[in-house]
């Protein structure tokens, strides 16, 4: 399905006023009764859909954030109690059309909390393990400010609902070949709350929610990794009707470095050292997440051992004294080419060797490692 913005062919930015005019426009010039081009049917019914999705701006902010994607599943399905909102605005302008009047089920009128939101947000490796201040840039729905989130337009307020007459309830009778029934449901008009909005804001349609976009600064502490996810109380989305504001919940990635490897609370990396150096033992300097630090290699290192930095690792998630290592794979360097001198001096140590320990064998190699 087409963008939903496009199909009603409003900018992404539109207010409530703008959508409800758009979507009239379109619904006249597409619907079924009126237009009999091929198509005109299931582009009627894709206006509609998208609609239904933008006139509620808690169902728009998630297409905003998640696409159609973001309006599935149970926390993303659109609001039952809005369908009724669509069907009878089709009446107002096509009296009779089919299933508008039908039972519109129980509608949830009382307070609604907010959605949750999710910001993606990537970090470099470092901040991720000293923790940073981050200012980032959201989008989420605020009480509307021109209403003050009744939905009513200014000066005017919450009337009596002319069809229940401010009971909630309406009875209905249902007369079945076994007699008949009264059944008693909430009012369609009022949605249960006894009062209507007869002269909605015009700014939030009547919802009593406006898009913003707001600057936060988040604090992101020292130890967390990739997948770490962290919890904004109350700037998700407001609630409507005095319900209270969701969540924004911050998902964290955290950018790779081309010589440190994060496993945890420790890193990783490799450090290369000369094969006189693994021999004979040295100190080296080393990167690590604290600067250049001094590594001591003992005598006798051999390729591939692993040595370890105390306390250079990462700090622990909510106890950042406590800290991981630093573990460093020694890779020894051996020479592809040889002064006259070293040769030399390599071929008087080999002899020496052979002569010594391993009679049968000769060379660098089987002098000094075999
Ligand atoms: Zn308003």
New binding site residues.
């Given amino acids: 399905m087409a963008d939903y913005y496009d199909l009603l062919g409003v900018p992404r930015e539109a207010d409530a006023e703008t959508l409800k005019r758009a979507y009239r426009r379109l619904a006249r010039q597409y619907h079924p009764d009126i237009n009999k081009d091929p198509g005109a049917e299931d582009r009627f019914k894709e206006i509609g859909r998208a609609y239904e999705v933008l006139s509620d701006p808690q169902t728009r902010s998630r297409y905003d954030q998640f696409g159609e994607a973001g309006l599935g599943g149970a926390a993303g399905a659109p609001d039952m109690g809005d369908m009724g909102g669509f069907a009878d605005l089709f009446e107002t302008f096509f009296s009779g059309f089919g299933g508008a009047g039908g039972a519109p089920g129980p509608r949830r009128r009382g307070p609604r909390q907010g959605d949750d939101l999710r910001l993606d947000l990537t970090i470099s490796f470092k901040e991720a393990i000293f923790g940073q201040e981050r200012d980032v840039q959201i989008r989420h729905l605020e009480t509307?400010?021109?209403?003050?989130?009744?939905?009513?337009?200014s000066g005017s307020g919450p009337t009596t609902c002319g069809t229940c007459n401010g009971a909630g309830q309406v009875r209905r009778a249902t007369r079945t070949p076994f007699g008949s029934f009264t059944q008693v449901a909430p009012c369609p008009t009022c949605e249960g709350t006894g009062q209507v909005i007869a002269d909605?804001?015009?700014?939030?349609?009547?919802?009593?929610?406006?898009q913003v976009r707001k600057k936060l600064r988040l604090n992101i502490p020292a130890g967390v990794d990739s997948g770490t996810r962290l919890r904004v109380a109350g700037e998700g989305n407001a609630g409507q009707r005095g319900g209270p504001a969701g969540d924004l919940y911050v998902f964290l990635t955290v950018q790779t470095n081309s010589q440190l490897r994060r496993d945890g609370i420790h890193i990783h990396s490799e450090v290369s050292v000369s094969y006189l150096q693994a021999i004979l033992g040295d100190r080296i300097e080393v990167e690590t997440v604290d600067g250049p630090e001094t590594l001591e290699i003992p005598a006798g290192t051999q390729p591939g051992a692993v040595l370890t930095l105390t306390g250079k690792g990462v700090p622990k998630l909510g106890n950042p004294v406590a800290r991981g290592n630093h573990q460093f794979t020694i890779k020894v360097k051996l020479p592809t080419k040889l002064s006259s001198e070293e040769r030399s001096l390599l071929d008087q140590l080999a002899g020496h060797h052979a002569s010594k320990d391993h009679p049968h064998k000769s060379g660098l190699f089987g002098g000094l490692f075999g």
């Fill in positions: 509307c400010t021109t209403c003050s989130g009744s939905g009513a337009k909605p804001c015009n700014a939030c349609g009547g919802q009593g929610l406006q």
